[in-house]
Nanobody, 122 residues
């Protein structure tokens, strides 16, 4: 089971760090991703990280602002979000990918956690 946390309300330009913790899963074994879904929109890719943290992918909309990382010892994946914008407002989800390489494709992710709400005010 995956559980995302760390969301909240912040002003534009602020920062938040999301965490994704797992129970019953050893996240070391999996590629991990973050997605988000704004009201009335499809769930979209945000970032992904390989098992070893050697490879990361980011959506163009968050490059230079968001950083995905993982602490395998803590069985946790993080999403550091800086310079937040109102358009970053969404429910953020973490997900497990059982494949070999990180991907931006939502359909490749196999397990999903409950989301955490991020609201950025202008």
């Amino acid at each position: 089971q995956l559980q995302a946390s760390g969301g909240g309300m912040v002003q534009a330009g602020g920062s938040l760090r999301l965490s994704c913790a797992a129970s019953g899963l050893t996240l070391t074994n999996y590629i991990m991703g973050w997605f988000r879904q704004a009201p009335g929109k499809e769930r979209e890719f945000v970032a992904a990280i390989s098992r070893s943290s050697g490879t990361t992918l980011n959506a163009d909309s968050v490059k230079g602002r968001f950083t995905i990382s993982r602490d395998n010892a803590k069985n946790t994946v993080y999403l550091q979000m800086n310079s937040l914008k109102p358009e970053d407002t969404a429910v953020y989800y973490c997900a497990v990918d059982l494949s070999i390489r990180p991907t931006r494709s939502r359909s490749e992710y196999d397990y999903w956690g409950q989301g955490t709400q991020v609201t950025v005010s202008s």
